[in-house]
């Protein structure tokens, strides 16, 4: 028993722990060394270019659909998969019947929108079902300035009350498992719901006049829209590029079932269909500037910049990089809607094979900003991650590319120009705050 | 046999523990210097102020006093210590300490020859400041928060031999290896997150040699007298295997007296001088030191005071002066085989522009397997 109060004590003073540190009495009781930190610009930026046709609108995950005059004018469209106007009524059996369609409902969903801007409204239009990639907006003007096949009005939809009906919002319910918030449903029964990242899912009630199944179309659609608003008439739509988010329609028809027994009366049946989309695409104007001297970042086709850099020796091997932070001066103020901000991603490249340059998307290295719509302000887009990762790594490739977020490259009419190299004025700079080397060791 | 193996594991035990803390209880006027002085006691000697220390063949001070071990034996010290900071112009803190400063082993060659060795602190670096500050990085004020840690020390390993020249003559000659690391940290972190923080790591090896001298001479069988001498090179600083400072140190010497007043009470006195000023840094000084303790009571549970004065060796303006007393008792046990020192010591440190106050818990176990 002595025994172990002997063990007991040793082992719980051994076990004791450690505090040896205290707030510093300085200069008189700190050690001699002090951290220095420096804070310098460097114009270490060289062979700077962009390049264009990276992504195309149509592969776009968004399309932009826009109405800021003076500015933009950006119309976005979709088309669907063919429709049989008859249908096989019983299985083994090669009679078809006419299906008579009842109304059609059309899905899409906004990604992004104006919060504060009031009578927003989508007008939809019917297009060509012809309708593809060599569609302009010239092309299509006509179809769009004729009268919309429906208008649905989003802001009003916003305020509409949620739905009580238990009916309704089960049914709904069913069609949209994870959405959040009510069920909102116009006079016109269309529907808009709220999904987990705040997008909004709206599904458009046509009637057969407003969409008639034709065969000379094969069923297709195409289906145009524009937006309108009190100010920043500006929404960006999913495409089919998304997937699941793609837009559709979904045609709601019967057909009657010939009744062998002539006793009885013919039965009727009632039938959806959803149809995928076969293309989607915007079109807008006035076009995207080819390049120029200047960097390009966005607009449609897609440009990219390449920036390469010049590491100095010393910012290899004798500090620690802290912040950087590269500055791009804007042309001029981005135009648009302010939703129609954008985020700009610096992203190493594997290699430098100047515009085909492999970009590593998968690098933990990448960095964004904010492109802010109206601001002249420079661009200070933090590249700490891969100037540190540069500066302990000398067999890493010093050059990086400025991309638009995906997702939205090339989904929209928006995009940044900055000064390069060529204007010595205003050329991009790397701010760069470094910690040198601590004096360890010297009393 | 059971009592041998387990004081042996006990013993394996503390030095298992005590590699990583081998050092003695800090002080913030150390740390513009080269450290902290250890104090080369043993547990009873440090219960006893240290004036035992001359006379302690477990304290690491002496060498001619390992003539007085007859039999293989082993002493740890192990020492917790709660000091208070209380700059003049700053906020008050608390630090928390546990140290292993010594350890010596000894046993007996021939009839007039002992040898013995072991490790004591020779310098502490073990200490962290915090110090916020505000830097201007491109016109704009950033408030930063600096943390410099450095934990470690500069051991001091021995072997020597003392012998008995005649009756009252003893003298005993040490060689020291000057050995130990620290690992030294510098962070700064920025209140904006947009700044990363900087971490710099080093480890810092220090190495160095002396010899030191002694003598213990026995005036009668009541009255001792002891004298010593030490002196080292230069203090060598590698960082990274590149020398970064060398040092000089000092030459240490002092001497004590021991009267045996009875057979169940010695005092003691000793002084020691150690002229640090040979280091060639600024603010650091000569100093001298004191201390006086008395033992009573039966050989197997004695009793000890002791009080002690001296100079810290760092510390600008005058040398910081500190102050002790100190109490703590013994007891034998396993049949004389082992012996366990408790003790606790009441510290004072005052310099200009701070004070340190410091509790000490103090533990010794001493083997003899």
């Keep these: 028993m002595k025994r172990s109060r002997i063990y007991f004590l040793l082992i719980a003073a051994a076990a004791c722990t450690e505090q040896s540190t205290a707030p510093g009495v300085c200069p008189d009781f700190c050690p001699p060394g002090q951290i220095q930190s420096h804070d310098s610009v460097f114009s270490i930026i060289e062979r700077d270019s962009s390049f264009r046709g990276y992504v195309q609108s149509f592969h776009a995950f968004t399309m932009t659909v826009a109405d800021l005059p003076g500015v933009v004018d950006s119309r976005a469209f979709f088309t669907t998969d063919t429709v049989l106007s008859r249908i096989q009524a019983k299985i083994g059996d090669t009679t078809t019947v006419p299906k008579v369609v009842d109304s059609l409902r059309v899905r899409f969903i906004v990604v992004q929108r104006p919060k504060n801007t009031t009578g927003l409204k989508l007008r939809l239009y019917r297009l060509p079902v012809t309708s593809d990639s060599t569609s302009d907006f010239a092309s299509l003007d006509p179809y769009f300035v004729a009268a919309p096949i429906d208008s649905v009005d989003i802001s009003r939809l916003l305020q509409v009350p949620g739905a009580t009906d238990t009916a309704i919002t089960n049914y709904w319910a069913t069609i949209c498992q994870t959405c959040i918030d009510s069920v909102r449903v116009d006079p016109e029964e269309n529907v808009l719901l709220t999904q987990l990242d705040s997008t909004l899912l709206l599904f ?237 060791g010297r009393p | ?114 040898i013995g060795g072991g490790f004591t602190t020779y310098l502490d670096r073990t200490y962290g400041v915090l110090i916020k500050d505000t830097i201007d990085i491109a016109g704009v004020p950033q408030p930063v928060t600096d943390q410099i840690t450095s934990d470690g020390a500069i051991t001091d390993l021995r072997v020597a031999v003392a012998a008995r020249l005649g009756k009252r003559l003893t003298v005993g000659g040490g060689l020291h290896k000057l050995t130990g690391s620290t690992r030294e940290v510098a962070r700064r972190t920025f209140d904006d997150t947009l700044y990363t923080t900087s971490a710099a790591r080093t480890e810092i090896a220090y190495g160095g040699t002396g010899g030191s001298a002694s003598l213990l001479l026995d005036l009668s069988q009541a009255l001792r007298l002891s004298g010593w001498v030490r002196s080292d090179t230069k203090l060598r600083s590698d960082n990274n295997g590149k020398t970064i400072a060398e040092h000089d140190l000092p030459i240490s010497y002092g001497g004590g007296v021991l009267w045996r007043a009875g057979a169940e009470a010695s005092l003691a006195g000793s002084v020691a001088w150690n002229n640090w000023s040979a280091t060639g840094l600024p603010n650091s000084h000569d100093t001298f030191s004191w201390s006086a303790g008395l033992e009573i009571g039966k050989f197997g549970a004695p009793f000890r005071f002791g009080a002690r004065q001296g100079q810290l060796p760092f510390g600008i303006g005058e040398a910081p002066k500190e102050s002790a007393l100190s109490a703590g008792l013994a007891r034998q046990f396993s049949g004389g085989r082992g012996r366990l020192d408790i003790g606790v010591e009441r510290l004072e440190r005052t310099g200009t522009g701070m004070k340190e106050h410091l509790w000490t818990l103090l533990l010794g176990l001493t083997v003899r397997p």
């Design chain 1, 204 to 440: 458009v009630k046509l009637d057969t006049l407003q969409a008639p199944l034709s065969e000379a179309d094969t069923g297709r659609l195409a289906i145009g829209f524009r937006v309108a608003a009190d100010s920043f008439a500006s929404v960006v739509l999913s495409t089919m590029e998304t997937g699941a988010s793609s837009p559709l329609v979904r045609w709601f028809y019967h057909y009657t079932i010939p009744d062998t027994v002539s006793a009885t009366p013919d039965s009727v049946v009632a039938n959806d269909k959803v149809v995928p989309p076969r293309f989607d695409n915007f079109v807008f104007t006035p076009p995207t500037p080819p390049i120029d001297s200047n960097l390009a970042v966005g607009g449609v086709p897609s440009a990219r910049t390449i920036v390469r850099v010049a590491m100095p020796n010393f910012l290899h091997d004798t500090i620690d990089v802290v912040r950087a932070t590269l500055s791009l001066v804007p042309v001029g103020a981005v135009q648009g809607a302010p939703s129609d901000s954008f985020r700009i991603i610096a992203r190493p490249v594997l290699g430098d094979l100047g515009a085909k340059s492999p970009v590593n998307t998968g690098s933990f290295l990448a960095d964004s900003t904010f492109v802010h719509i109206g601001s002249s302000d420079t661009v200070r887009l933090e590249v700490t991650k891969m100037v540190q990762a540069w500066s302990l790594d000398t067999s890493l490739v010093t050059t990086f590319v400025i991309v638009p977020q995906p997702g939205i490259e090339a989904g929209s009419y928006t995009e940044a120009r900055f000064y390069s190299t060529r204007a010595p004025a205003f050329r991009p700079t790397l701010r760069v705050t470094y910690v040198s080397r601590y004096q360890f």
């Design chain 2, 1 to 114: 046999m059971t009592t041998t193996v387990h004081l042996t594991a006990l013993l394996t035990l503390l030095l298992a523990a005590g590699t990583s803390r081998v050092a003695a209880q800090n002080s913030q006027f150390g740390i513009q210097g080269l450290g902290t002085p250890g104090r080369a006691e043993s547990a009873r000697a440090r219960t006893t102020g240290g004036a035992f220390a001359p006379f302690d063949p477990f304290s690491p001070l002496t060498d001619a006093v390992l003539a007085d071990v007859r039999r293989l034996s082993a002493n740890i010290a192990l020492t917790t210590s709660w000091r208070t900071v209380d700059p003049t112009d700053g906020t008050q803190s608390s630090l928390k300490e546990t140290r292993f400063p010594s350890l010596v082993i000894v046993g007996p060659l021939t009839r007039r020859l002992t």
